[in-house]
């Protein structure tokens, strides 16, 4: 299973991004998908979770009300829009699959990160 994400890059505080993970290797309908990111120097956290279907989506307080995760089973692919970035949202974000959208019995694959910053 490979997990490969897509999107990162540098912006200024208030600005948007849209990260992309394609997804191959398994049957990627029958999976929950998230996003996950980790500081330097902190532990990585949960950021937002889809379900299979997408009909049900979790995010972490932080993020509520700015993000937005989102998935196309048609491409495999599933997305997070960011909008009305802050500097604290600055790390290196983690696609992740399983099997609850919470991912609250833990991540079974993950993805090879890419380095989301933003500048105040």
């Known amino acids: 299973v490979q997990l490969v994400e897509s999107g990162g890059g540098l912006v200024q505080a208030g600005d948007s991004l849209r990260l992309s993970c394609v997804a191959s290797?398994?049957?990627?309908?029958?999976?929950?998908m998230g996003w996950f990111r980790q500081a330097p120097g902190k532990e990585r956290e949960f950021v937002a979770g889809?379900?299979?279907?997408?009909?049900?989506?979790y995010y972490a307080d932080s993020v509520k009300g700015r993000f937005t995760i989102s998935r196309d089973n048609t491409k495999n692919t599933v997305f997070l829009q960011m909008n009305s970035l802050k500097p604290e949202d600055t790390a290196v974000y983690y696609c992740?699959?399983?099997?609850?959208?919470?991912?609250?019995?833990?991540?079974?694959?993950w993805g090879q990160g890419t380095q989301v910053t933003v500048s105040s």
């Open positions: 992740a699959g399983g099997m609850s959208g919470t991912f609250s019995g833990g991540v079974d694959y």
């Open positions: 290797g398994h049957t990627f309908s029958n999976y929950a």
């Open positions: 889809i379900n299979w279907s997408g009909r049900n989506t």
